[in-house]
T-cell receptor, first 111, second 114 residues
Framework: SQKIEQNSEALNIQEGKTATLTCNYT??????LQWYRQDPGRGPVFLLL?????KEKRKERLKVTFDTTLKQSLFHITASQPADSATYLC??????????FGAGTRLFVKA | DAGVIQSPRHEVTEMGQEVTLRCKPI?????LFWYRQTMMRGLELLIY????????DSGMPEDRFSAKMPNASFSTLKIQPSEPRDSAVYFC????????????FGQGTRLTVV
């Protein structure tokens, strides 16, 4: 069956360190993958998109990698700050304009 | 643009009652999505529309759920009759045509069925 898996455990890191979040999927062949941020009581907000033919994408302190062989994406936040604390969702575009989301990983950055 | 607007923000209703959730997408966006979010199941796609036409409703859990989009600026998600297990946060999102454009989400409606 088709699955998108993200770390169900919350990730706790110290301010200034790099946070790395994982997204694994099975039985999908996505044309692209997106990462969203969700704060409590709010809807998800788009952060980054990476296409299947791209290995890496960067935006300010954010970096995303996409390995279609491993069926995995890694999302990095460098020099993390307490304001980066949120839930991060990965999403796959599966064709037909359907976007399917993972359950998300909660990140806590301690000052 | 004010973004995707959903109403109400919170809804508490008794089991068996009809519930209607509303969404106004961003002007010019031709795709509209309804999602449901729970702790157990995460963010699930229920149905999506393109140019007001339902394209895929395979995520709608039961016949008790129905969605309409009578025009480009308005959509409803209706649950009739509601059950406690329908309690969740329901999000509406919209996007424009293009392979790589992101979805813009509303603030969500927190539904509690007692």
């Amino acid at each position: 069956s088709q699955k998108i898996e993200q770390n169900s455990e919350a990730l706790n890191i110290q301010e200034g360190k790099t946070a790395t979040l994982t997204c694994n999927y099975t039985n999908y062949s996505p044309a692209y993958l997106q990462w969203y941020r969700q704060d409590p009581g709010r809807g998800p907000v788009f952060l980054l998109l990476i296409r299947e033919n791209e290995k890496e994408k960067r935006k300010e302190r954010l970096k995303v990698t996409f390995d279609t062989t491993l069926k995995q994406s890694l999302f990095h936040i460098t020099a993390s700050q307490p304001a980066d604390s949120a839930t991060y969702l990965c999403a796959l575009y599966t064709g037909g304009f359907k976007t399917i989301f993972g359950a998300g990983t909660r990140l806590f950055v301690k000052a | 643009d004010a973004g995707v607007i959903q109403s109400p923000r919170h809804e508490v209703t008794e089991m068996g009652q009809e519930v209607t959730l509303r969404c106004k997408p961003i002007s010019g966006h031709d795709y509209l999505f309804w999602y449901r979010q729970t702790m157990m199941r995460g963010l699930e796609l229920l149905i999506y529309f393109n140019n007001n036409v339902p394209i895929d409703d395979s995520g709608m859990p039961e016949d008790r759920f129905s969605a309409k989009m009578p025009n480009a600026s308005f959509s409803t998600l209706k649950i009739q009759p509601s059950e406690p297990r329908d309690s969740a946060v329901y999000f509406c999102a919209s996007r424009s045509t293009g392979m790589n454009t992101e979805a813009f989400f509303g603030q969500g409606t927190r539904l509690t069925v007692v």
